[in-house]
């Protein structure tokens, strides 16, 4: 860590007024919007407020209210004590969702641990787009995998939206598994099988030809150069296991488009994430003989976000 962030990490945040008495909820919670303001980390105030709705075991709409419906109550000194120790984490660059040790998506709470990536809301689109596909499929029940699954956001979400499929978990990591099984178990997803495995090796033992209805992949996407101009909240906490496949960002995706055509069956649907200025590096590797029709997705924010191809 560098000198920068040591600060904020080695002391509490002074909390009390000039008078020696004990700030408000109002005045405590502009304090550390202020401090994490100056430690310069992503949206300090919705840092400020998650984390202190956790210290004093609210969420973070109820923290809203009381601080509208009651601005000057004080702030027990047990809560100020626990919220003071989520900041400094937080100023020395910790992202919230691994001090939270949660995150939200597609509507649920997930666990997240610094095995996992933390989901994004863009990653919604992959879910979004297979659900449209089994709808307009007619497809009642089906089979599909969800390659690199981490914290198992994806397959859990399309497992509890489609309870009817069969789904399978794939990572290359135990401790990601570990994660997306409890995840599976929290939220009720009991149709998901999990297989520890590197889809960048053949699966022929694990996933038989021609078996999926859906394959959806978050692959590792991210080139050495771009890596090395990611936020340091990203570097330094998330695993770049997860983030970086090889020198160009690509590597992973071809391992993804090899399984698709072997494991898809005809008619069926390929989902990858990828960077957004790998497109057309992604649809040279869909050849045309194996694949009906191929397309970028764009996000909500209108970039380029999701691969998706119809196998033959």
Same mark, same amino acid.
């Given at each position: 860590?560098?000198?920068?962030?040591?600060?904020?990490?080695?002391?509490?945040?002074?909390?009390?007024?000039?008078?020696?008495?004990?700030?408000?909820?109002?005045?405590?919670?502009?304090?550390?919007?202020?401090?994490?303001?100056?430690?310069?980390?992503?949206?300090?105030?919705?840092?400020?407020?998650?984390?202190?709705?956790?210290?004093?075991?609210?969420?973070?709409?109820?923290?809203?209210?009381?601080?509208?419906?009651?601005?000057?109550?004080?702030?027990?000194?047990?809560?100020?004590?626990?919220?003071?120790?989520?900041?400094?984490?937080?100023?020395?660059? @910790?992202?919230?969702?691994?001090?939270?040790?949660?995150?939200?998506?597609?509507?649920?709470?997930?666990?997240?641990?610094?095995?996992?990536?933390?989901?994004?809301?863009?990653?919604?689109?992959?879910?979004?787009?297979?659900?449209?596909?089994?709808?307009?499929?007619?497809?009642?029940?089906?089979?599909?995998?969800?390659?690199?699954?981490?914290?198992?956001?994806?397959?859990?979400?399309?497992?509890? @939206?489609?309870?009817?499929?069969?789904?399978?978990?794939?990572?290359?990591?135990?401790?990601?598994?570990?994660?997306?099984?409890?995840?599976?178990?929290?939220?009720?997803?009991?149709?998901?099988?999990?297989?520890?495995?590197?889809?960048?090796?053949?699966?022929?033992?694990?996933?038989?030809?021609?078996?999926?209805?859906?394959?959806?992949?978050?692959?590792?996407?991210?080139?050495?150069?771009?890596?090395?101009?990611?936020?340091?909240?990203?570097?330094?906490? @998330?695993?770049?296991?997860?983030?970086?496949?090889?020198?160009?960002?690509?590597?992973?995706?071809?391992?993804?488009?090899?399984?698709?055509?072997?494991?898809?069956?005809?008619?069926?649907?390929?989902?990858? @994430?990828?960077?957004?200025?790998?497109?057309?590096?992604?649809?040279?590797?869909?050849?045309?003989?194996?694949?009906?029709?191929?397309?970028?997705?764009?996000?909500?924010?209108?970039?380029?976000?999701?691969?998706?191809?119809?196998?033959?």
């Amino acid at each position: 860590m560098s000198d920068s962030n040591a600060s904020p990490a080695s002391g509490a945040f002074p909390l009390s007024s000039p008078t020696g008495r004990n700030m408000t909820l109002d005045a405590a919670l502009r304090t550390y919007s202020h401090l994490l303001t100056a430690a310069g980390v992503d949206s300090p105030s919705l840092s400020a407020e998650l984390l202190l709705a956790e210290a004093m075991g609210l969420s973070r709409q109820r923290l809203i209210t009381q601080r509208i419906m009651n601005p000057d109550a004080l702030l027990a000194p047990a809560d100020r004590e626990k919220a003071d120790a989520f900041m400094a984490r937080r100023a020395a660059g @910790e992202p919230t969702a691994y001090i939270l040790g949660r995150k939200e998506f597609f509507g649920r709470e997930f666990l997240v641990t610094p095995a996992t990536l933390i989901p994004r809301p863009e990653t919604e689109l992959l879910v979004e787009t297979a659900l449209d596909f089994a709808a307009s499929e007619h497809r009642d029940a089906g089979n599909f995998a969800d390659f690199g699954t981490g914290s198992g956001a994806i397959a859990v979400s399309l497992a509890l @939206e489609l309870p009817a499929w069969q789904g399978l978990a794939l990572d290359i990591s135990r401790d990601a598994l570990t994660a997306a099984r409890h995840n599976a178990a929290r939220l009720g997803a009991h149709t998901l099988r999990f297989l520890q495995a590197d889809f960048t090796s053949p699966l022929d033992s694990s996933i038989p030809a021609c078996s999926l209805d859906l394959l959806l992949a978050n692959p590792p996407y991210v080139s050495e150069t771009e890596y090395a101009l990611l936020s340091p909240e990203i570097r330094l906490y @998330e695993p770049r296991s997860a983030l970086v496949p090889g020198a160009c960002g690509t590597e992973h995706a071809a391992a993804v488009c090899r399984e698709a055509a072997r494991t898809l069956r005809p008619g069926g649907l390929l989902l990858m @994430e990828m960077g957004m200025s790998q497109g057309d590096a992604l649809l040279a590797m869909l050849e045309p003989a194996t694949w009906r029709t191929a397309a970028i997705l764009p996000d909500l924010a209108g970039l380029p976000r999701v691969v998706a191809a119809r196998r033959r």
